[in-house]
């Protein structure tokens, strides 16, 4: 769940832990609550340099400090918060220095203001982005980001990866999202490429699925991508989209906010009749 005010975006942990992150446009803090003492703890922080627009925090069941950052120059960064830690007696408020951990950026071609991030619950390996309009690219992007594992591992005790399945770990969930007609030059990360000419606000996977994902599209359309094909299927549904919610027990239940207005759609499809 992400909340979110003018200048602070607050995200519990993907898998209901006592943690949760409070980020705004130049820091990420972790935090988390002792349920015996009711304490909230300072655990780690991570700071930029470039102001940050967006923030999403990866489900993988793996590890608990990958989240991506997105930035006002449409570049996003994967972070692991594990080297950020400060050493245990220094104290936050007096300036002690935040150290910095592994990290790797995935680039946008032409930059303009990346507007939303979300992992994939049912693969975290799958990140949707999406991005301000420009002419001569697409809004929306899905990386498939497991190819980053070498430079996102961490060489510790545990010795922690980036989403490295151990021996005989099942293989990644069906389907796989297939590599869409994109340019031979494009990033061999990137998937899909879809949506020219309009600006994606917000971005959403069904929460049980590795291939459906929601857009809000100019702030005025809410689209459903089934990406099973390297060409997708869309359905559309008009309505006021500067937010999408899933339903977590109901993945065709989706909520939509925008202009004052919450839209319930029970059934997403191209004959979709919102309530508002």
């Keep these: 769940m992400v909340t979110q005010t003018a200048d602070r975006r607050l995200l519990w942990h993907p898998r209901l832990d006592d943690k949760f992150l409070v980020g705004s446009s130049s820091q990420i803090t972790l935090y988390e609550w002792d349920v015996k003492t009711s304490e909230i703890k300072h655990v780690t922080s991570k700071h930029w340099q470039e102001p940050s627009v967006c923030i999403a925090w990866s489900p993988d069941p793996a590890f608990d400090d990958l989240v991506a950052v997105g930035f006002g120059l449409g570049k996003v960064d994967l972070l692991r918060l594990h080297d950020a830690k400060l050493p245990r007696g220094s104290a936050f408020s007096n300036g002690a220095a935040l150290s910095g951990g592994p990290s ?16 994939c619950p049912a693969d975290p390996n799958y990140l949707a982005v999406g991005l ?47 590599k869409g007609d994109i340019a031979s030059r494009t990033d061999p990360r990137v998937l899909q490429q879809l949506v020219q000419g309009d600006m994606v606000s917000s971005v959403a996977f069904l929460p049980k699925s590795t291939t459906l994902l929601l857009a809000g599209v100019s702030h005025r359309w809410l689209r459903l991508f089934d990406l099973r094909n390297p060409s997708p299927t869309v359905f559309t549904a008009a309505s006021k989209v500067h937010g999408i919610a899933t339903d977590p027990f109901d993945q065709h239940r989706i909520a939509c906010y925008g202009d004052g207005i919450v839209t319930m759609l029970p059934r997403m499809a191209s004959t979709s009749k919102p309530t508002t």
């Design 104 to 119: 790797i950026t995935l680039p946008v071609r032409y930059s303009r203001p990346c507007n939303a991030l979300a992992f």
């Design 132 to 178: 301000d309009k420009v002419r001569s690219d697409a809004s929306l992007v899905i990386w498939d980001v497991i190819t980053a594992t070498a430079t996102l591992s961490i060489k510790s005790p545990t010795q922690l990866t980036f989403n490295v399945p151990p021996s005989g770990a099942p293989p990644r969930p069906q389907p796989l999202i297939p």
